[in-house]
């Protein structure tokens, strides 16, 4: 023998996942033209869907927070 200790790690895994999925189904014709702009724009499909979602959180959030000021 080499006189090199194994020893076991372990790991810590969650128990439940911080992250959720969901299923989108589109018309093939709006896919093609949703993966077209994406690969165009350096994405895939899920990531430029992710962002869009993103996006439209932040600009609700904006525009309730404008609304409330304003009253």
């Known amino acids: 023998m ?3 200790k194994k ?3 372990k790991t810590k895994t969650a128990s439940k996942s911080v992250l959720k999925k969901i299923s989108v189904a ?3 014709e709006y896919y093609d033209e949703l993966f077209a702009y994406a690969s165009k724009n350096g994405m895939s499909v899920e990531e430029y869907a992710k962002n869009a979602i993103h996006e439209k959180f932040d600009s609700d959030r904006i525009s309730n927070m404008i609304d409330y ?3």
Request: proline letters at 0%; aromatic letters at 8%; hydrophobic letters at 25%.
């Open 2 to 4: 080499s006189g090199v």
């Open 7 to 9: 020893t076991k790690t």
């Open 26 to 28: 589109f018309e093939k």
């Open 69 to 71: 000021m304003s009253r």
